[in-house]
């Protein structure tokens, strides 16, 4: 592997120097990616209205998720085999690509498809970007340039709501996804002009099979999440095929994955430990996180009536903790070299945040509100990046992008799940709430255009109706703690492995376990 700075004589001023050019480059792209996250969860309700598809809602991020999903670990592969800057480049396009013909959607089925082709290239933008700091910067120093990182995430935290608000309410939803074209293409111009090109000199053998049959488990489970006890009862028969497809599919991988010459996920990762943890908890914390992140802001103009503007400025508390945990705990790691206590606290804020969610209602007073939120993005920040550096860290650099994106690609799996599956039960709780509060009139209410239906009600009728999402969303925040708690006790279980002072001895890959 081409070692691109930390090399012994250089100036620590020029090299730090030289990362910063490329840092710069990395950083435009995670904005990218950064910024879907968190402008189309504050559009989500006006999208549901305008296309009347509140039910199908979860799809437009199930369907981002899940593309992400299943095409994450392949990246990882062809960039171990192709190098970084070609497969960053080509996800970038693919992703503008998905991006504008999101905003040109018409129905709610355009939309969902679109979306996924959007995922196709998401799937390469954070897990690849990450990989490429691994290149070039040794991991006891990535906890400094880390806060650059975290401090992106911070913007697109604090601007994307803003500009989703500001863009739904004013002009209209679909430039939430025309935003992402200016910034793609200077992504794109900064990538050619920045970051270097690695030459890899292996034997390249695509496991095809392997990501199809991937493919395939991850749809045929996330179709379970989705549908069972919402589309279908649990025991018919479209459910159980969907689960034994799905199982089987699952086992054909595992079988193919042993024998590949070029695997998309290596088996063998599995048997260092540090890998093994990181992965399951980089899982089931999807599941929390997404909970926090996508259903905050639809919980805010559902039940409070905000507009999408106010819902994403009141989302600030809980970025201000995830940003300021990530970047204190990056200068810590740094210092100290020690990581494996921030996921231990991280993961039992983060419980205790949603416990505290678990809690809200109609009248739930802002400032109340904040604290919880901040609690719980104290948590986030405390343990989200820890898990990628833990990884690069324990792995043989050969590796690199594939352990990178394995990591991704394991909490996007957690998020697709958690977001269909919390997205099922908040329709289906809704719909159970109105019918325990309006027994009379609960088949003749329709809230499948969400907040501007409600708006239409009666209003003795559209106070039990919020109080019913009300109620939904309390047990939305209360399904995520058995997750949280797995993740509290998952963390123990991560091994503190010193961090490497030089990516000489990183990308040489001496002392491996």
Same mark, same amino acid.
């Given at each position: 592997?081409?070692?691109?700075?930390?090399?012994?004589?250089?100036?620590?001023?020029?090299?730090?120097?030289?990362?910063?050019?490329?840092?710069?480059?990395?950083?435009?792209?995670?904005?990218?990616?950064?910024?879907?996250?968190?402008?189309?969860?504050?559009?989500?309700?006006?999208?549901?209205?305008?296309?009347?598809?509140?039910?199908?809602?979860?799809?437009?991020?199930?369907?981002?998720?899940?593309?992400?999903?299943?095409?994450?670990?392949?990246?990882?592969?062809?960039?171990?085999?192709?190098?970084?800057?070609?497969?960053?480049?080509?996800?970038?396009?693919?992703? =503008?690509?998905?991006?504008?013909?999101?905003?040109?959607?018409?129905?709610?089925?355009?939309?969902?498809?679109?979306?996924?082709?959007?995922?196709?290239?998401?799937?390469?933008?954070?897990?690849?970007?990450?990989?490429?700091?691994?290149?070039?910067?040794?991991?006891?120093?990535?906890?400094?340039?880390?806060?650059?990182?975290?401090?992106?995430?911070?913007?697109?935290?604090?601007?994307?709501?803003?500009?989703?608000?500001?863009?739904?309410?004013?002009?209209?939803?679909?430039?939430?996804?025309?935003?992402? =074209?200016?910034?793609?293409?200077?992504?794109?111009?900064?990538?050619?002009?920045? =970051?270097?090109?690695?030459?890899?000199?292996?034997?390249?053998?695509?496991?095809?099979?392997?990501?199809?049959?991937?493919?395939?488990?991850?749809?045929?489970?996330?179709?379970?999440?989705?549908?069972?006890?919402?589309?279908?009862?649990?025991?018919?028969?479209?459910?159980?095929?969907?689960?034994?497809?799905?199982?089987?599919?699952?086992?054909?991988?595992?079988?193919?994955?042993?024998?590949?010459?070029?695997?998309?996920?290596?088996?063998?990762?599995?048997?260092?430990?540090?890998?093994?943890?990181?992965?399951?908890?980089?899982?089931?914390?999807?599941?929390?996180?997404?909970?926090?992140?996508?259903?905050?802001?639809?919980?805010?103009?559902?039940?409070?009536?905000?507009?999408?503007?106010?819902?994403?400025?009141?989302?600030?508390?809980?970025?201000?903790?995830?940003?300021?945990?990530?970047?204190?705990?990056?200068?810590?790691?740094?210092?100290?070299?020690?990581?494996?206590?921030?996921?231990?606290?991280?993961?039992?804020?983060?419980?205790?945040?949603?416990?505290?969610?678990?809690?809200?209602?109609?009248?739930?007073?802002?400032?109340?509100?904040?604290?919880?939120?901040?609690?719980?993005?104290?948590?986030?920040?405390?343990?989200?990046?820890?898990?990628?550096?833990?990884?690069?860290?324990?792995?043989?650099?050969?590796?690199?992008?594939?352990?990178?994106?394995?990591?991704?690609?394991?909490?996007?799996?957690?998020?697709?799940?958690?977001?269909?599956?919390?997205?099922? =039960?908040?329709?289906?709780?809704?719909?159970?709430?109105?019918?325990?509060?309006?027994?009379?009139?609960?088949?003749?209410?329709?809230?499948?255009?969400?907040?501007?239906?409600?708006?239409?009600?009666?209003?003795?009728?559209?106070?039990?109706?919020?109080?019913?999402?009300?109620?939904?969303?309390?047990?939305?925040?209360?399904?995520?703690?058995?997750?949280?708690?797995?993740?509290?006790?998952?963390?123990?279980?991560?091994?503190?492995?010193?961090?490497?002072?030089?990516?000489?001895?990183?990308?040489?890959?001496?002392?491996?376990?």
């Amino acid at each position: 592997m081409l070692v691109l700075y930390n090399r012994v004589g250089m100036p620590r001023d020029t090299e730090h120097q030289n990362i910063m050019l490329v840092m710069g480059a990395l950083m435009l792209v995670l904005l990218l990616a950064a910024l879907d996250q968190t402008i189309v969860s504050t559009a989500l309700p006006r999208i549901a209205s305008d296309l009347d598809a509140l039910n199908e809602l979860s799809w437009v991020v199930t369907a981002y998720l899940l593309t992400t999903a299943v095409t994450t670990p392949l990246y990882g592969k062809l960039s171990d085999l192709y190098g970084r800057k070609r497969m960053l480049s080509a996800a970038v396009i693919i992703f =503008l690509i998905g991006s504008a013909l999101s905003g040109l959607s018409q129905g709610i089925v355009e939309l969902v498809i679109f979306r996924a082709v959007q995922g196709l290239g998401a799937g390469g933008l954070i897990s690849l970007v990450f990989a490429a700091v691994g290149d070039v910067v040794a991991p006891r120093e990535r906890g400094r340039y880390q806060g650059y990182f975290g401090a992106v995430f911070g913007l697109a935290s604090v601007v994307g709501p803003l500009l989703g608000g500001v863009a739904t309410d004013y002009f209209s939803w679909r430039w939430i996804f025309y935003i992402n =074209l200016p910034i793609g293409i200077l992504a794109l111009v900064a990538l050619y002009l920045r =970051l270097p090109e690695h030459q890899y000199h292996r034997r390249h053998a695509i496991d095809y099979l392997g990501a199809a049959l991937l493919s395939a488990a991850v749809v045929a489970v996330l179709l379970v999440a989705v549908w069972g006890g919402v589309t279908y009862p649990w025991g018919s028969p479209a459910i159980l095929l969907l689960a034994l497809g799905g199982a089987a599919a699952a086992v054909a991988f595992v079988v193919t994955e042993a024998r590949a010459l070029e695997p998309i996920l290596p088996l063998g990762l599995f048997k260092n430990r540090i890998f093994a943890v990181s992965t399951a908890l980089s899982f089931v914390t999807g599941i929390a996180m997404f909970a926090a992140l996508v259903y905050l802001p639809e919980y805010q103009q559902v039940v409070r009536g905000y507009s999408a503007t106010k819902s994403g400025l009141l989302m600030l508390p809980l970025i201000l903790g995830l940003v300021g945990a990530s970047i204190g705990s990056g200068r810590i790691i740094s210092k100290t070299g020690k990581y494996r206590w921030f996921p231990i606290i991280g993961t039992i804020l983060t419980g205790y945040g949603l416990w505290l969610l678990s809690h809200v209602g109609v009248a739930t007073p802002q400032t109340t509100l904040s604290v919880w939120m901040f609690i719980t993005g104290l948590g986030i920040g405390s343990f989200m990046q820890v898990l990628t550096l833990s990884v690069q860290n324990a792995v043989d650099p050969r590796d690199l992008g594939t352990a990178t994106a394995s990591v991704a690609f394991f909490r996007t799996i957690g998020s697709t799940l958690g977001t269909a599956g919390l997205g099922a =039960l908040l329709a289906n709780r809704v719909q159970e709430y109105i019918a325990a509060l309006l027994p009379g009139a609960a088949g003749q209410v329709n809230v499948s255009g969400g907040f501007s239906t409600i708006a239409r009600l009666d209003p003795a009728v559209a106070l039990r109706v919020t109080e019913a999402f009300a109620a939904a969303f309390r047990d939305l925040f209360l399904w995520t703690l058995p997750f949280a708690l797995a993740a509290f006790v998952i963390s123990f279980f991560l091994k503190e492995m010193p961090l490497r002072e030089r990516s000489e001895e990183y990308a040489a890959g001496q002392g491996f376990e």
